[in-house]
């Protein structure tokens, strides 16, 4: 086996880089607005994003261990607006820089040659370090994310190769409803149509360690 003795250690360290994706669930209640228009917003379609970061792990024992994982990701998500009377369509791309540092317990089953499989779970807040005025939708600068996600630890001869993919679901409502940005009331009618948006990504990582 390569590196039989690498976890028999209590600290681990390493890196990551990935890419991921990045979706919102908007909540619309019909508004309507004094022209009688109802405009309903949706994700087109998704753009991959780039995230990196560090990894800080500490096992408590052999199978259970605590990560802290600083990070960053980089994307844009993409939101096209319906006017539902004639099928109007405007676009709106936010683009984010998230500060994030999960908290995570992994959960690993026996190791078998040289793969051993697990799970994560745990909690991940953000911070978006670029947050501008927008015309439609303007998001909170801050969330918290529930994450759960699988791996592979592989032991290679000089070093431990770990994909992963997590799913995050956000547990704030990420849409700022209070536009005192904007002097245009007619700019207003997209705020109004949704009660609270709650952000989702999926990240696909490759550890170093």
């Known amino acids: 086996m390569n590196r039989p003795y690498i976890d028999t250690r209590r ?3 390493g890196f990551f880089a990935g890419v991921h994706l990045q979706d919102i669930e908007l909540q619309q209640n019909g ?3 004094p022209n009688g228009n109802q405009w309903f917003a949706e ?3 998704y753009e991959p994003g780039f995230s990196v ?4 792990e500490f096992y408590i024992n052999k199978n259970i261990a605590f990560r802290a994982i600083p990070s960053m990701h980089f994307g844009t998500k993409k939101i096209a607006f319906r006017n539902e009377a004639n099928q109007e369509r405007q676009y709106q791309n936010i683009k984010s820089t998230y500060f994030s540092v999960p908290l995570d317990f992994k959960f690993a089953g026996e190791r078998f040659n040289n793969f051993r499989p697990y799970l994560v779970t745990g909690v991940n807040p953000m911070l978006d370090l670029t ?3 927008q015309k439609q939708y303007l998001l909170t600068n801050t969330d918290v994310y529930l994450e759960i996600g699988m791996g592979c630890d592989f032991y290679l001869p000089f070093f431990k190769f770990i994909p992963e ?3 995050l679901y956000g547990l704030t409502n990420v ?3 209070n536009r005192h940005d ?8 997209f705020t109004k149509s949704v009660d609270k948006g709650k952000s989702k990504m999926i990240v696909f990582t490759f550890y170093f360690e």
Do not use: C, R
């Open 11 to 13: 600290f681990h360290y």
């Open 31 to 33: 508004y309507t607005d």
């Open 43 to 45: 994700v087109p379609d």
């Open 53 to 56: 970061g560090i990894l800080g």
């Open 131 to 133: 947050v501008k005025k």
């Open 165 to 167: 993919i997590k799913f």
């Open 175 to 177: 849409v700022n409803k």
């Open 182 to 189: 904007i002097s245009d009331e007619s700019q207003m009618i």
